[in-house]
């Protein structure tokens, strides 16, 4: 089965083609071309996504995407007059996938419409053609499949024995913990009251003058900087439920460096604040990881979303998975962030469970 998968809930716009068999408990895939047209440097100036910014854009890109996706590879370096007058080939496709939600609305529709249009075209020459709305957070929960050689889905779950497994999804939007019985069967333990911990990592970016995204920012700060040096908050770290909060964290941030004075080129206080928030926001992901982990004896620890690209929350949920003997899963580094590959995925296991959410922009979809 041939997927083209296509995402537009934020602030990338981005397509993939992948193909895909076998069945549910042990879905292959493979990935045949992955693009990603990002807009941080458009975003950037305003600190954060702005949502008719990102619509703009989106309607601007897809269209390129759509274009380069059929191309052959050598066109990679042409500029998009060229992309636009160039012929192209579009193979049989068998599903498309788009993501539905969550995500800005505005967004969100743009790839909904594009989806829409491509379906009705193609489904000329090929009535079988079909559309799957796709969650985004299904689609970040699974690239954990996804495997460390680029381009193929990893069989590792046909090799271990992963259920139950503990999943935390942590993005911009979203911070969930899941227990999962199977790659279809989970259950919500708990999520963030607020702020989502991406979130968090951004708000205090912008606090030390950062650039946005401020995650990446942030931990290439921390890397200078001492996690001890000052004691924040740990929020809801002793709580017995697996519930999350984030923006008291964020707020002592702010009173601590305005207390300080803090000073721009201030740079090993800046550091110093970076490492210590960074820990403190990471100390209480991993403990409600861990103690769900211990609670639902569980085999398996997946880890996804934006924020799973932190090397220092990689590194502490290896740590405890060794210490504790279950498989540690989390998504190559191209993977962690919004992409269509993921998207795919998720699509195909949609398509494979019969699912059929509404092709309409959905904006608070939960999982
Ligand atoms: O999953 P994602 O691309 O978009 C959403 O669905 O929200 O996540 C983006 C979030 C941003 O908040 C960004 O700051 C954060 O992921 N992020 C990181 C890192 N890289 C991206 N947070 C901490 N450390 C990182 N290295
Ligand atoms: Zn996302």
Redesign the pocket.
Same mark, same amino acid.
């Given at each position: 089965m041939r997927i083209l998968a296509i995402e537009t809930?934020?602030d =990338?716009t981005a397509i993939a083609l992948l193909e895909a068999a076998g069945r549910l408990a042990a879905p292959k895939i493979r990935v045949v071309k992955n693009l990603i047209s990002s807009q941080i440097a458009i975003h950037a100036p305003f600190g954060g996504v702005v949502p008719n910014l990102a619509k703009r854009e989106h309607l601007k890109n897809l269209p390129m995407l759509y274009r380069k996706i059929f191309e052959s590879s050598k066109s990679e370096t042409r500029n998009s007059k060229q992309i636009q007058n160039s012929k192209f080939k579009i193979p049989k496709i068998d599903l498309i996938a788009v993501t539905v939600g969550p995500g800005l609305e505005p967004a969100l529709w743009t790839g909904i419409e594009f989806a829409k249009q491509i379906h009705k075209e193609l489904k000329i020459g090929n009535p079988r053609l079909k559309l799957v709305g796709v969650n /985004?957070l299904e689609g /970040?929960l699974y690239s954990f499949l996804l495997s460390q050689k680029r381009g193929m889905i990893n069989n590792q779950l046909s090799m271990i024995k992963p259920w139950p497994a503990i999943a935390l999804i942590v993005? $911009? $939007? /979203?911070t969930i913990l899941l227990k999962m019985d199977s790659l279809v069967k989970w259950k919500k333990l708990g999520e963030t009251r607020d702020d989502?911990a +991406? =979130?968090a990592? %951004?708000k205090v970016a912008r606090i030390l003058g950062l650039p946005y &995204? $401020? +995650? &990446?920012e942030?931990?290439k700060l921390a890397a200078q900087g001492n996690p001890q040096a000052i004691e924040f908050p740990r929020p809801m770290i002793h709580t017995k439920d697996y519930n999350f909060s984030y923006s008291g964290l964020k707020t002592s941030v702010l009173y601590y460096t305005r207390d300080q004075q803090l000073k721009t080129d201030d740079i090993k206080l800046k550091a110093d604040v970076a490492a210590s928030f960074q820990e403190a926001a990471l100390e209480v992901l991993v403990a409600k990881t861990a103690r769900a982990a211990k609670e639902y004896n569980a085999k398996s620890v997946f880890l996804s +979303? $934006?924020?799973a690209?932190?090397?220092a929350?990689r590194e502490k949920l290896k740590v405890l998975s060794l210490k504790s003997k279950v498989n540690f899963l989390a998504p190559p580094m191209d993977f962690?962030? %919004?992409n269509a590959v993921m998207i795919g995925v998720a699509g195909y296991l949609s398509y494979l469970r019969k699912k059929n959410r509404k092709i309409t922009g959905q904006a608070n979809l939960s999982l």
């Open positions: 809930s934020c =990338e /985004h /970040h993005s $911009g $939007g /979203h989502a +991406g =979130e990592f %951004d &995204p $401020g +995650g &990446p942030i931990q +979303g $934006g924020v690209a932190n090397a929350l962690n962030t %919004d």
